[in-house]
C-alpha cells in the first residue's frame, strides 16, 4: 500500500524500547524520508532514550512517554494523548511487540496504524505485520519489516547520529582529550548482566592497550564501583567516566576514538552511528540480530549450541563468555589499532 506523497503530512514513530532499538530505527525512518521528504516525522520513546532519537537527523521532533513515572498517572497520560491528537498523524508506526504502542497509535486518532500483530494490537491497528520471525534478520530490518504495508524499502541499513555543537564543547570541557595517543573505550557492561564479560578479561585488556592508547571506561553511575575496580586492578593506567556524559556527549567523544570494545548494549550501536571501530564482545545475545556490520568492525564469540541463548532462565555456566579469553580480545584490538593508523 502506497501512499500519494502530498496526503502524508505527519508521521510518528513509536519505539518504547531502549536506547541501542532507537538507533536501530535510523534505516527505516531514513527510508520514511525519502519517501515522504516533506512530510514531518517524529518519534515517541521512553525517557531514557530519548536523547539517542533527538541524534537521529531524519527526526523533527521527540516526544517521550515515562510509561513507569510520569504517564503512569491517567491525568498526565492524557495530556500526552491530547498534546499527540492535535499533531494530527496520517500514519503512527510502532515497532514493538509490546501492545502498547498500538494503543496509542489509536487513542491518538492517526489515520493509518502499522504494526505487529501480537498480543491482540491488531485491534488498534489498520494494517499489521506478522511478530513471528522464520528468517532471522539484523534488527535493523526487522524494524523495516514493520512499515512493508506502506511499500517502504531501502538497502541503505547503515546508522547515523547527528551532533549537537554544545554536546561537542561540553564534553571537550569535561574530558579534556590529548591528541598524544590513539583512544581507546571501553564499555564492559551491558544492561543484561549475562552480556558481560569478565573483570580479569577487563584488566588484562586495558593493562595491555594501555601501553599504546589512551584507555576510557565508560558506564552508568551504577557501575561506577565494577570500573573503579577494573581501573583499579589495572594498576589506574585508564580513566573512568561513569555517567558523566549525556548520550550526545558521548556521541561526541565517541567520534575522537580509535576502538571502541563493547559487549551488547546501546553504546555499541552508538559506536556504529558515529562510524568508530568496533570490537564486539558477544555472547547470549544473537549476532545475526544485534551485532556491529561495518566492514571495519570485529565480533569475538565462541561457539555453543546453547548460544545464542534462547531461554529466559539465567544461565548456570556462562560458557559464551567465559569462552573469550583475554589474548584473543588483546591481539584482535592491536590489529585493529594498527590498521587504524596505516
Known amino acids: 500500500m502506497k501512499m500519494a506523497h502530498g496526503t502524508i503530512r505527519k508521521i510518528l514513530y513509536i519505539n518504547l524500547a531502549f536506547i541501542g532499538d532507537v538507533l536501530l530505527s535510523t534505516p527505516t525512518i531514513r527510508a520514511l524520508r525519502q519517501q515522504y521528504p516533506n512530510a514531518v516525522i517524529d518519534m515517541l520513546v521512553i525517557p531514557w532514550a530519548a536523547q539517542a532519537a533527538v541524534g537521529n537527523p531524519y527526526v523533527n521532533h521527540v516526544y517521550t512517554y515515562d510509561k513507569k513515572g510520569e504517564h503512569r498517572n491517567l491525568k498526565n497520560l492524557w495530556k500526552l494523548i491530547l498534546k499527540l491528537r492535535s499533531n494530527h498523524y496520517d500514519i503512527a508506526i510502532t515497532t514493538n511487540f509490546a501492545p502498547r504502542g498500538a494503543l496509542l497509535a489509536k487513542a491518538i486518532g492517526a489515520r493509518v496504524r502499522v504494526g505487529y500483530d501480537t498480543q491482540h494490537a491488531g485491534l488498534f491497528l489498520t494494517h499489521t505485520v506478522s511478530a513471528s520471525r522464520v528468517v532471522v534478520r539484523h534488527e535493523t530490518e526487522n524494524q523495516l519489516a514493520v512499515v512493508k504495508p506502506l511499500g517502504i524499502t531501502t538497502s541503505d541499513f547503515s546508522l547515523a547520529f547527528k551532533h549537537n555543537p554544545v554536546d561537542i564543547e561540553n564534553m571537550e570541557k569535561?574530558?579534556?582529550?590529548?591528541?598524544?595517543?590513539?583512544?581507546?573505550?571501553?564499555?564492559?557492561?551491558?544492561?543484561?548482566p549475562l552480556n558481560s564479560w569478565s573483570i580479569q578479561g577487563y584488566v588484562d585488556v586495558l593493562t595491555a592497550l594501555s601501553r599504546v592508547a589512551s584507555c576510557y571506561l565508560i558506564g552508568g553511575t551504577a557501575e561506577k564501583e565494577r570500573l573503579d575496580?577494573?581501573?583499579?586492578?589495572?594498576?589506574?593506567?585508564?580513566?573512568?567516566?561513569?555517567?558523566?556524559?549525556?548520550?550526545?556527549?558521548?556521541?561526541?567523544?565517541?567520534?575522537?576514538?580509535?576502538?571502541?570494545?563493547?559487549?551488547?548494549?546501546?553504546?555499541?550501536?552508538?559506536?556504529?552511528?558515529?562510524?568508530?571501530?568496533?570490537?564486539?564482545?558477544?555472547?547470549?545475545?544473537?549476532?545475526?540480530?544485534?551485532?556491529?556490520?561495518?566492514?571495519?568492525?570485529?565480533?569475538?564469540?565462541?561457539?555453543?549450541?546453547?548460544?545464542?541463548?534462547?531461554?529466559?532462565r539465567e544461565c548456570q555456566h556462562h560458557s559464551c563468555m567465559k569462552g573469550i579469553k583475554s589474548d584473543m580480545v588483546i591481539g584482535t584490538a592491536l590489529k585493529m589499532l594498527a590498521t587504524k593508523r596505516s
Open 174 to 192: 569535561k574530558i579534556g582529550i590529548s591528541a598524544n595517543k590513539a583512544i581507546v573505550v571501553i564499555c564492559p557492561f551491558g544492561r543484561h
Open 229 to 312: 575496580e577494573i581501573n583499579g586492578k589495572a594498576g589506574f593506567c585508564g580513566r573512568v567516566l561513569a555517567g558523566e556524559l549525556s548520550i550526545g556527549e558521548l556521541a561526541a567523544f565517541l567520534v575522537q576514538s580509535s576502538l571502541v570494545i563493547t559487549v551488547d548494549t546501546g553504546p555499541m550501536h552508538l559506536a556504529a552511528a558515529v562510524g568508530v571501530p568496533i570490537l564486539a564482545l558477544f555472547g547470549r545475545s544473537d549476532v545475526r540480530v544485534w551485532g556491529p556490520r561495518a566492514a571495519c568492525d570485529q565480533v569475538i564469540k565462541v561457539d555453543l549450541d546453547c548460544a545464542p541463548c534462547i531461554t529466559p
